[in-house]
Every structure is written in C-alpha cells, then in structure tokens.
C-alpha cells in the first residue's frame, strides 16, 4: 500500500488555491515564506516540527533573520504533491496567525 497518492495537476491547482500566500514549485514542491521576527520564527519552527511528528509528514523548514520558509514535498510518491502535502500545509497555516506570521 502507497504511502500516499500523487495528485492530479488538477488537484493542485485547486487545493492550492484554498491557501492564501502557498505556491507550488516545479508541481512537485509547496512553498511559503512566513515574515516574522528571529525569536518567534524559532518558535513557529518547532510548533511545526510538532505537527510534523504527530501527522509522520515532514517538510523542510529553513529559519532566516525574520522568516521561516516551508517546502513540503511528499518523496514516498516520487517527489510528488499529495493530499498529505496539503494537509500538513493547512495545519501550518491555521496557527501561523498565533505566532505573528505574515
């Protein structure tokens, strides 16, 4: 059993669009940049990694002076997008706001 389903070009489109500042790179990776000050941005990166670990889906995060950027890419499905791309991009996305993310 597949750990997860590569979405259509389709699906991506759509589910993307339901995520206000998310871009798909290349059709295989979901990016954001959140603009916050150093502190809180470490802040937001390990209350990420704790969704990461209770959803076992993983991204990239990368901490800047004033940003943490998200890259989300399912490699179990070929470096395909998946719905589980999309979920963990939700959940990042709906406590960013208790961080201060823009």
């Known amino acids: 059993m597949a750990y ?3 979405l259509s070009e389709e ?5 993307v669009r339901a995520l206000p500042g998310w ?7 979901l990016r954001r ?3 916050l000050p150093h502190l809180p ?7 990420v990694a704790g969704i990461q670990d209770e959803l076992n889906h993983h991204s990239d995060l990368t901490l800047g002076y004033d940003t943490l950027s998200v890259a989300i890419t399912t ?3 070929g470096g395909r997008l998946t719905g589980k791309d999309f979920d963990l991009a939700a959940r990042i996305q709906a ?3 208790g961080h201060g993310a823009e």
Do not use: M
């Open 23 to 29: 871009e798909v790179e290349e059709g295989r990776t």
């Open 33 to 35: 940049t959140y603009r």
């Open 4 to 6: 997860a389903d590569a």
């Open 75 to 77: 490699h179990a499905a």
């Open 95 to 97: 406590v960013a706001p």
């Open 41 to 47: 941005a470490a802040i937001f990166a390990v209350h």
């Open 11 to 15: 699906q991506v489109e759509a589910r």
